[in-house]
Every structure is written in structure tokens, then in C-alpha cells.
């Protein structure tokens, strides 16, 4: 397991902790008093865990592929900090909608580094196509970082 996913489990595991501590005298539960971030909470957590399993069984089958794997690592990164914002939520508001601003910074600059990369390699073979120099079956499996 990488770095950033050793983080991001810990940050879920620790807050996760802090909630249960949090409603353990209260007479209703987190998903009474915080039902939509609750729920949000876990599409985000099955996001990348899932993610984060078809990056992995991805790199095993076929090492030398890495045109797809890093897309997939990028959701499985941004979900997974997105699950433990929506808990930062639920425990302390302030702080979560602060962490919740630079994650939304975060996301909007990787998408749209992926826009421009997508349009750039569109441009690239719509050239290609025009000087009849695109072979079709070729496979590319390239992405930016």
C-alpha cells in the first residue's frame, strides 16, 4: 500500500474513532443527526476502495501498462480524502468545510489537467488522421500524472 493510502486509512480509521466517541452518550446516531454526509461518506469509501482495487489488481496483471493505473490512482486519491472530509464534517464543521474548499481546488486542477491533456491528444490524432498516418488499431495507453 502506498503512502498517501496508508494516509487517507488512517485519517478514516482515527475519525471514524472520534465520532463513535463523539455519539456514544448521545441518544441518536450519526446518521440521524448527519444523514446525507453520512451516506456521502460512503459512496465515497466504496469509490475508492474500489478504485483503489482495480488500480492494484491492474498493476499486477500487467506491470507495464501505467496509462490507466495512474487515472485510477487519482480517483482512488481524491475519493478517499473526499470520505475523510465528510467525516472531518460531521466532527468539526469549520475545520471540514475549510478542508473541503482545497479539495475542491485540488480536484478542479487535476480535471483540468485532464481536459487539456484529453484535447491535446484529440488535436494530435485528429492530425494524424488528416495526413493518413493513423493507424486505428493501435492501442495508447498514456495518461498525465
Request: hydrophobic letters at 50%; zero cysteines.
Amino acid at each position: 500500500m502506498s503512502t498517501p493510502n496508508v494516509i487517507i486509512v488512517f485519517f478514516i480509521t482515527t475519525l471514524g474513532t472520534f465520532i463513535q466517541v463523539k455519539f456514544q452518550s448521545k441518544s441518536w446516531t450519526p446518521f440521524d443527526s448527519h444523514y446525507w454526509l453520512m451516506t456521502s461518506f460512503f459512496i465515497a469509501l466504496f469509490t475508492y476502495v474500489v478504485s483503489w482495487a482495480a488500480n492494484t489488481i491492474r498493476q499486477l496483471q500487467a506491470p507495464h501498462l501505467n496509462g490507466n493505473e495512474q487515472a485510477m490512482s487519482q480517483i482512488s486519491l481524491i475519493s478517499g480524502a473526499l470520505a475523510s472530509i465528510f467525516l472531518l464534517l460531521v466532527i468539526l464543521p469549520f475545520l471540514g468545510w475549510f478542508a473541503l474548499f482545497f479539495w475542491a481546488l485540488y480536484t478542479l486542477k487535476h480535471v483540468y489537467g485532464l481536459l487539456q491533456y484529453a484535447s491535446l491528444k484529440l488535436l494530435d490524432r485528429l492530425i494524424e488522421a488528416a495526413h493518413g498516418q493513423l493507424n486505428l488499431n493501435e492501442e495508447r495507453h498514456e495518461l498525465p500524472v
